[in-house]
C-alpha cells in the first residue's frame, strides 16, 4: 500500500464549492458538525483516503463485515450550496503524516474546484459552559477571509486559541493559504473533556449563517440531552461535588 492511496468512488460536478474539515478534535466538534450534515442532507460519497499515516486496524460493521480505517469526502448539497466534507475517525500519527495527509486532503479540494475552506473544530475551556453560552472563535489564512464572519456570529480575540491551533485544522489555513485558498477555523468554546454537541450546534448555526443554508438541529440536540444526562450520572457518583478531573472523564467520547 502506498503512504497515501485516494480511492474514487463518484465525480460529481459542483458549482463554487466550499470545503468543509471536520476530523476528530477537542470534544469531537468538527466531526459531529461535518457528520450531522452529511447525514441531514443525505450526502453522497465521493473519495475515500487510506494512508499508513492512520493506526493500523479495521473497523467492523453490524454483520461482522470490516473496512480499512480512512478518511471520507462527501459532496453536500445544502439547500443549494455545494460543499465537499471531509471526516473520519482519526488525524495522522505524526508531525511529517499531517503536513504530507493535510497536503493530499487540499489536492481533493483543489480537484473539485473548492476555492474557500472551513476548518471545525473545539477550543478547550476547561470547565462547563454556563447557560448554554457557547461561543465561536475564529482564525482566518488572510484578513480579508474576516469578511462577513464576525457577522455570521465569529468572535476573533486576541492571541486566542492559546498557543494556536494544531493538526490538520491549522494546517488547512496554513498550507491551504499558501495555496491560495480563502480559509477560516471556526471553533467552539467546550470543556474539553467530553463529546460536546452543544457546541457543535454553535458551530453549525455559524456555519450556516456565513454559508446561507439551514439545517435542522433535532439529532444534535437529542445527543446534547443525552450527554448531560451522562455528566449528571458523573457528579451523582462524585457526590455533587462538580466535573471530576480529566483523567475521570478521559473515557467518555
Known sequence: MEPIDIEVVSDPDLEDPTFIEGLPGVGHVGKLVAEHLVEEFDGTLVRRVYTTQFP??????????????HAEFHHVDAEGVDLLVLTGDHQAASNEGHYTLTDAFLDVAEEFGCERAFALGGVPTGELIEDDEYDVLGAVSDRDAREGLEEAGVEFREDEPA????????????????????????????????????????VLEVLQNALGFEVDFADLEERAEEMEEVVGKIQEMQGGGGMPSEDELRYIG
Request: proline letters at 4%.
Open 56 to 69: 493500523p486496524q479495521v473497523t467492523v460493521d453490524d454483520e461482522g463485515v470490516t473496512e480499512l480505517t
Open 163 to 202: 498557543g494556536g491551533i494544531v493538526g490538520v485544522s491549522g494546517l488547512v489555513l496554513g498550507l491551504g493559504g499558501r495555496r491560495g485558498l480563502n480559509a477560516a477555523c471556526l471553533m467552539g468554546e467546550t470543556s474539553g473533556y467530553l463529546v460536546d454537541p452543544k457546541s457543535a450546534q454553535a
